[in-house]
């Protein structure tokens, strides 16, 4: 089978590349890097010729409102007309729990216009919808940090190793499309400001984590039900704890 990952220089796209080739398939990582920019359509009809599936982990440069927008916007539309073109029978794409639920956030407003194209358009696709990832605690407790002291919210949450979304991920492409969305969530919930803490504790990081049901996450206040998963969603099998260690050592 061929496949290609767009997006496959990132986080999530080169454990995916690696994962989908030790399985034996024939996999394309499509990136700027490989003259590939789904953003502008440069690239794509050729990466995509001949393909079986195309899986979308592409994420934005950018996580200001306008520019999130319109990186996924005309991503999404230039892949889609590409996939037209050369025929490819399966979309996949990575977005995020919550997404319909975070309209104040413009990030997650990006994904919901992504879901949106891909749902309207007529053509096979299966979604999968993670939590956030382990490997993004550094830029949440960044984002969150004034003057040595980071406040996040105790709102529970349900965060993935990004293997487990690699791994989840290429179970899906896989598969027959679904034509709707499926949930990838860590094997257990925290809150969003012990996540932070114990974090800076394995890096012994000196910065403090403060509590505030006001903190808010790029730009919307959380409750407990903003960031977890629905019922019966697909579970990591990477605790946080574990992941925690491997940064020790």
């Known amino acids: 089978m061929k496949i290609v990952v767009i997006g496959g220089a ?4 080169t454990k995916l590349v690696s994962l989908l080739r030790r399985k034996g398939h024939v996999v394309v990582p499509a990136s ?16 995509l010729s001949g393909a079986d599936v195309v899986v979308d982990v592409a994420n934005s440069p950018s996580f200001e409102d306008d520019a999130v ?23 996949v794409a990575l977005s995020v ?20 194209l891909i749902r309207s358009s007529g053509r096979s696709y ?33 965060p993935v190793a990004a293997d487990d979304v690699a791994a989840a991920l290429a179970d899906v492409a896989l598969a027959a499309p679904i034509n709707g969305i499926v949930e990838l969530a860590g094997p257990e919930q925290l ?3 012990d996540f932070g803490r114990r974090y800076l504790a394995a890096i012994n990081d000196p ?23 629905g019922d019966h969603p697909r579970l990591g099998a990477i605790r946080f704890e574990d992941w925690l260690s491997s940064l020790r050592q």
């Open 126 to 158: 299966s979604i999968l919808r993670a939590t956030q990832f382990f490997e993004f605690a550094g830029h949440i407790v960044e984002t969150s940090t004034n003057g040595g002291v980071a406040r996040l919210s105790p709102a529970l949450f349900q």
């Open 32 to 47: 700027p890097r490989t003259g590939v920019d789904a953003v502008t359509g440069e690239g794509l009809d050729l990466a």
């Open 191 to 193: 809150s969003l400001d």
């Open 97 to 116: 729990v919550g997404t319909d639920r975070l309209k104040n956030c413009g990030y997650f407003r990006g994904k919901l216009a992504q879901e949106h």
């Open 207 to 229: 910065r403090k984590v403060v509590a505030d049901i006001h903190a808010r996450y790029f730009g919307a206040e959380l409750d407990d039900r903003s960031l977890t998963p």
């Open 10 to 13: 990132g986080l999530i796209g």
């Open 69 to 91: 927008l319109e990186f996924f916007t005309r991503s999404t539309r230039n892949v889609l007309a590409a996939k037209a073109t050369a025929g490819v029978q399966h979309y």
